[in-house]
């Protein structure tokens, strides 16, 4: 039983494609994150949605779109790839509005490498 | 600007010896700190999180210390065992979100 799962777990494709990542969260978490972890392992928030209402849009290009048909989904759509979009990409779910407090933390996903050709 | 800083990128250390991890952060002023453990291939795992008027918190072998005075927090790690080997995060809540610092890759070596 898998709490945060993210699709497709690799994705290679070429400069100038559009692509989605999938995720879904069985957790009954109201709030669900977009992560993106670079080359170094430095890990950058994305996005932020709880009840499928955006709180939190990071300074992201906006070739970058999530979108959340309801609050147990967050899906990201990226158009137009790029080389520096490649990295690996995390969803991440928790309780209450944004959850940071929460002693149970951050669920994670087992993230997605996207790698731009 | 905020910054969060874990003082190195990698430890190595042998098995039964303890594992100390430190996470220094400017420009907080967080109510609660949080650790995360990331295995190579796999997204960050909750580990603990400590709040301002706790001192020290244990889990297992693991133990969390948090100094808002120093701005610092330590993640020791008791009785080193290589299923140890691990990147340890340590994450701090501002504005909303949950940031991270770079991490820590520990190695425990047999």
């Known amino acids: 039983d898998t709490a945060v799962s993210q699709t497709p777990k690799y994705l290679v494709t070429q400069m100038g494609n559009d692509k989605s990542i999938k995720c879904e969260q069985n957790?009954?978490?109201?709030?669900m994150y977009w992560y993106k972890q670079d080359s170094k392992k430095f890990l950058k928030i994305m996005f932020s949605?709880?009840?499928?209402?955006?709180?939190i849009n990071e300074t992201v290009p906006n070739r970058f779109s999530p979108k959340s048909p309801d609050k147990a989904h967050l899906n990201l759509h990226i158009n137009s790839l790029e080389l520096g979009d490649s990295a690996v990409y995390f969803c991440?779910?928790?309780?209450?509005?944004?959850?940071?407090?929460?002693?149970?933390?951050?669920?994670f996903g087992s993230g997605t490498r996207l790698t731009v050709v | 600007s905020q910054k969060i800083e874990q003082n190195s990128e990698a430890l190595n250390i042998q098995e039964g010896k303890t594992a100390t991890l430190t996470c220094n952060y400017t420009?907080?002023?967080?109510?609660?700190l949080q650790w995360y453990r990331q295995d190579p291939g796999r997204g960050p795992v909750f580990l603990l999180l400590?709040?301002?008027?706790?001192k020290e918190k244990r889990k297992e072998r693991l133990k969390v210390t948090f100094d808002t005075t120093l701005k610092q927090s330590l993640f020791h790690i008791t009785a080193s065992q290589p299923a140890d080997s691990a990147t340890y995060l340590c994450?701090?809540?501002?504005?909303?979100?949950?940031?991270f610092g770079a991490g820590t890759t520990v190695t425990v070596r047999a």
């Open positions: 991440a779910s928790s309780q209450g509005s944004w959850g940071g407090s929460s002693n149970y933390g951050y669920t």
């Open positions: 957790l009954g978490h109201d709030t």
């Open positions: 949605y709880n009840n499928k209402e955006l709180i």
């Open positions: 420009n907080y002023s967080p109510a609660y």
């Open positions: 400590i709040r301002e008027n706790e």
């Open positions: 994450a701090l809540p501002s504005d909303y979100k949950l940031s």
